[in-house]
């Protein structure tokens, strides 16, 4: 059996900045308010018509290869995580095959629909693969491009302060040194609050979840049509639904929990992590859960003051920078972990 180790890490962000107080230009909201709720200062836009979650992906891909020291046509399989993708069909990950140019054309590409815990699920199904000798090298991707899908209005408020556009790109790889690379992932999800932070307008739902099918505008007696209603539109159905306190109690509970999980389960203690990068949704949360682990400042990486919460790619962007920071050295125990929609929630261990 082989292990996987991160070969190469690479991010980009988007070049636009969006501060609080321009968002106070749109709706009811303050710097103050986000500032304390959530920690986040500003966030960075990719630019309209130039800019998608695949193009931000293939700038970090280029990085992240060049780090790993490989040809891009040694890749063996693309995984995309993106709550955000260009089309609703196909997916990200052969979108970025083809935009890298890599020859033939032929690796298999899977795009993984997490949310929050998108990176995670990715890098272990990766490691799955590399593990049982399938693969050698597999591209892990997490891109966003929330600023495309938010609702700049005040009733919308509560969500679009929070979320950011980026990408962040992991070259995994085979490796034959015991005891190093990825130790172990925990993955997890519960269907039973999937509505509690979703996104489920455009969709084929057609009205099931909902007893007044009237709400999304959906007659009984027609076929087709259905996936989005000018109803939905008007309505302001086509934006993401958060119940943010709900969200919070759960994220401080299951964060960890997981990681406590994924310590037990390698027989390692939280005294042994050097750096924890928690998903970034809030730094309250990331706050409360360092706590918890008795983590000193340096060893928890947040970026969430400059960038937002990213979704997929916020794992992936922090570990980017905290490695680029010269705070990650070989031998050093990473933790990554994360919480988001579905619910779905996840660990990594990983020994650089
Ligand atoms: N600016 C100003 N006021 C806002 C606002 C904004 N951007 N968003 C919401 N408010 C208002 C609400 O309308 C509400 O007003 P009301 O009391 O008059 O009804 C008030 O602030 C409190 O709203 P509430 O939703 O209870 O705030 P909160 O303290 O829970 O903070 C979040 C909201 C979203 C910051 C917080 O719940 C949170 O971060 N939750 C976790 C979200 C998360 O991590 N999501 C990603 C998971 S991966």
Same mark, same amino acid.
């Given at each position: 059996?082989?292990?996987?180790?991160?070969?190469?890490?690479?991010?980009?962000?988007?070049?636009?900045?969006?501060?609080?107080?321009?968002?106070?230009?749109?709706?009811?909201?303050?710097?103050?308010?986000?500032?304390?709720?959530?920690?986040?200062?500003?966030?960075?836009? #990719?630019?309209?018509?130039?800019?998608?979650?695949?193009?931000? &992906?293939?700038? =970090?891909?280029?990085? @992240?290869?060049? /780090?790993? +020291?490989?040809?891009?046509?040694?890749?063996?399989?693309?995984?995309?995580?993106?709550?955000?993708?260009?089309?609703?069909?196909?997916?990200?990950?052969?979108?970025?095959?083809?935009?890298?140019?890599?020859?033939?054309?032929?690796?298999?590409?899977?795009?993984?629909?997490?949310?929050?815990?998108?990176?995670?699920?990715?890098?272990?199904?990766?490691?799955?693969?590399?593990?049982?000798?399938?693969?050698?090298?597999?591209?892990?991707?997490?891109?966003?491009?929330?600023?495309?899908?938010?609702?700049?209005?005040?009733? #919308?408020?509560?969500?679009?302060?929070?979320?950011?556009?980026? &990408?962040?790109? =992991?070259?995994?790889? @085979?490796?034959? /040194?015991? +005891?190093?690379?990825?130790?172990?992932?925990?993955?997890?999800?519960?269907?039973?609050?999937?509505?509690?932070?979703?996104?489920?307008?455009?969709?084929?739902?057609?009205?099931?979840?909902?007893?007044?099918?009237?709400?999304?505008?959906?007659?009984?007696?027609?076929?087709?049509?259905?996936?989005?209603?000018?109803?939905?539109?008007?309505?302001?159905?086509?934006?993401?639904?958060?119940?943010?306190?709900?969200?919070?109690?759960?994220?401080?509970?299951?964060?960890?929990?997981?990681?406590?999980?994924?310590?037990?389960?390698?027989?390692?203690?939280?005294?042994?992590?050097?750096?924890?990068?928690?998903?970034?949704?809030?730094?309250?949360?990331?706050?409360?859960?360092?706590?918890?682990?008795?983590?000193?400042?340096?060893?928890?990486?947040?970026?969430?003051?400059?960038?937002?919460?990213?979704?997929?790619?916020?794992?992936?962007?922090?570990?980017?920078?905290?490695?680029?920071?010269?705070?990650?050295?070989?031998?050093?125990?990473?933790?990554?972990?994360?919480?988001?929609?579905?619910?779905?929630?996840?660990?990594?261990?990983?020994?650089?």
């Amino acid at each position: 059996m082989y292990s996987s180790k991160i070969a190469g890490i690479g991010h980009y962000v988007p070049q636009q900045v969006v501060t609080n107080n321009d968002l106070s230009r749109y709706m009811d909201t303050t710097d103050e308010w986000v500032q304390e709720r959530t920690g986040i200062k500003e966030r960075r836009y #990719g630019l309209r018509h130039k800019e998608t979650t695949t193009t931000m &992906a293939v700038e =970090a891909a280029k990085i @992240a290869i060049e /780090r790993a +020291g490989i040809d891009k046509n040694e890749l063996d399989f693309i995984i995309f995580a993106t709550l955000s993708p260009d089309y609703y069909f196909p997916g990200c990950g052969v979108l970025l095959q083809r935009a890298l140019g890599i020859s033939g054309n032929t690796c298999g590409a899977l795009d993984i629909r997490n949310q929050c815990s998108g990176f995670i699920y990715a890098l272990s199904v990766a490691d799955q693969f590399i593990r049982t000798g399938m693969y050698k090298n597999i591209l892990v991707v997490g891109s966003e491009m929330h600023s495309m899908g938010l609702d700049f209005s005040t009733r #919308g408020r509560n969500v679009t302060v929070i979320f950011g556009d980026g &990408a962040g790109v =992991a070259v995994l790889q @085979a490796s034959d /040194r015991e +005891g190093s690379g990825v130790l172990t992932t925990k993955l997890h999800a519960d269907g039973t609050h999937a509505e509690m932070l979703s996104f489920i307008s455009p969709g084929c739902h057609g009205g099931y979840h909902d007893e007044d099918k009237e709400k999304f505008g959906f007659p009984d007696d027609e076929y087709g049509g259905l996936f989005i209603t000018q109803k939905m539109i008007d309505d302001h159905l086509t934006y993401p639904f958060m119940d943010g306190q709900f969200v919070f109690k759960m994220a401080v509970q299951k964060f960890p929990e997981v990681i406590n999980e994924a310590l037990e389960s390698v027989g390692l203690k939280k005294e042994d992590i050097n750096m924890l990068i928690p998903h970034q949704a809030n730094l309250r949360i990331s706050q409360f859960v360092q706590r918890v682990l008795g983590l000193r400042d340096d060893q928890v990486w947040n970026n969430i003051q400059k960038y937002g919460n990213t979704t997929a790619a916020s794992i992936p962007i922090a570990l980017s920078e905290a490695w680029e920071a010269g705070k990650i050295k070989e031998g050093d125990l990473v933790c990554l972990a994360a919480f988001g929609s579905g619910f779905t929630w996840g660990s990594a261990l990983i020994r650089w």
